[in-house]
């Protein structure tokens, strides 16, 4: 199998603030939020990272997408450096967040356009991509709707065209169906198992057992911002469910009862 991502000992430290102190009750002016982590993924599969909240799982994909730097060590994105090659990183990824804020005052059509002539796509194809992902999505109908009157359903698929509207081979979502109604969840869902039909490699966070389960070639848990297993989730979890096992995982490495 070739390999697309390789992840070479990556940590990242923050400082708190006395309020986020406060609030996370510690009494620490640092924080490790990933710590040394390591991991290969491959061309045309799907890497899913499970975790509780604050594990590490968005801290390392935003390192991976070159939206924050390491302290220390590196990964080849694509062959790439996220460390020094962060502009090629870029031009070969699709990026998707929670964090990803469409401008209340711009329509979907007008957002589409905007991140088209940023990748240097041409007018023929960047017309030809939006006629795609638009009827594909249910876009078109409010491609020349301002996003603050937009659901929140239809401001995340406006998100997830936008982010792929390149093309990419690589694609990495954070949550993509989190504060989603079932049927738009479903749409974004059938869409990550369309990419993977068509050799797209993805690495996705979720906190949905199912898709972990249904979707994933490979899973890697994330606690404590430590890289605590990795494996096909089948292999994870033996003769359990993923659910049950990855629960039983992480009783052992906190030492917490849930």
Known sequence: MQEILTVNNLSKTFKLSKKQQKSKNINQAYIKAVDNISFTAYKGEVFG????????????????????????GDASVGGYSIKNEPRSVRGNIGFLTNELKLDEYFTPSYHFDF????????????????????????????????????????????????????DPPIIIFDEPTNGLDIITAKVVTDFLSELKRNGKSIILSTHIFSLIENLCD??????????VACAPASEIAGDKTFEERFFEIYNETTGDAV
């Open 49 to 72: 990272f499970v975790g509780p909240n604050g594990a590490g799982k968005t801290t390392t994909m935003r390192m991976l997408a070159t939206l924050i730097n390491p302290d220390s």
């Open 115 to 166: 991140f088209c002539e940023m990748y240097g796509i041409d007018k023929n194809t960047a017309k030809e991509r939006k006629e795609l992902l638009f009827k594909k999505f249910g876009i078109d109908k409010f491609a020349h709707v301002k996003t603050a009157n937009l659901s929140q359903g239809m401001k995340q698929k406006t998100s997830l065209a936008v982010s792929i509207a390149h």
């Open 218 to 227: 490979r899973v890697g848990i994330i606690i404590d911002g430590k890289m």
